[in-house]
């Protein structure tokens, strides 16, 4: 059964970097998946904003462009969130799910159960 | 982008009543679409992927059909379980997005 777990700071300080991490289980983050990760801001709907092939391509939302990276360490078997200078536009629930499907057309499978990230000084 | 438009926005239904969600986007999706549970503090749930095809595991109450810009989610007879906010999201082209929800309460 795959399994993805986040986990990371619940508070950010304004102008910080909010860095999550992903672990993955019951599956080689090496295979044939793209991992992305998707936020839902308290109450609202949810919004994909990037993601990471093994062999470390990314595709990031363009609004959240200079402010994303997103790594991969396949030896962990894992992959991680950076989103830098955070505001409070950036709480949000943060989760990681796999991207399934064929070339460049993904849907997602598996979810990670979601960490919730406040912005906040 | 593409927009995807939900309607409608809550939907208030009873056990066994057949309910039917509309996912609309802004242009062709072709069939790239899939449609997600989600219940409150939890992740979403993936349904249906590729429109009309059903994931392993969900009820065959649940099925999905459309192509090209308007798709629709059909829930055969509603179960306590059912209630719940519901998502499309298209996956034709970057950048990934969905709708912006329906939520099926109990009437």
């Known amino acids: 059964q795959v399994q993805l777990q986040e986990s990371g700071p619940g508070l950010v300080k304004p102008s910080g970097t909010l860095s999550l991490t992903c672990v993955v289980s019951g599956d080689s983050i090496s295979g044939n998946n793209w991992w992305s990760w998707v936020r839902q801001p308290p109450g609202k709907g949810l919004e994909w904003i990037g993601e990471i092939y093994h062999s470390g391509s990314t595709i990031y939302k363009p609004s959240l462009k200079s402010r994303i990276t997103i790594s991969i360490d396949e030896f962990k078997n894992q992959f991680s969130l950076q989103l830098s200078s955070a505001t409070a536009a950036d709480t949000a629930v943060y989760y990681c799910?796999?991207?399934?499907?064929?070339?460049?057309?993904?849907?997602?499978?598996?979810w990670g159960q979601g960490t919730l990230v406040t912005v906040s000084s | 982008d593409i927009q995807m438009t939900q309607s409608p926005p809550t939907l208030s239904a009873s056990v066994g009543d057949r309910v039917t969600i509309t996912c609309r986007a802004s242009q062709s999706v072709s069939r790239w679409l899939a449609w997600y549970q989600q219940k409150p503090g939890k992740a979403p749930k993936l349904l249906i992927y590729e429109a009309s095809s059903l994931q392993s595991g969900v009820p065959s109450r649940f099925s999905g059909s459309g192509s090209g810009t308007e798709f629709t989610l059909t829930i055969s007879s509603l179960q306590p379980d059912d209630f719940a906010t519901y998502y499309c999201q298209q996956y034709n082209s970057y950048f990934y997005s969905f709708g912006q929800g329906t939520k099926v309460e109990i009437k």
């Open positions: 799910a796999r991207g399934h499907g064929t070339y460049r057309r993904y849907y997602f499978d598996y």
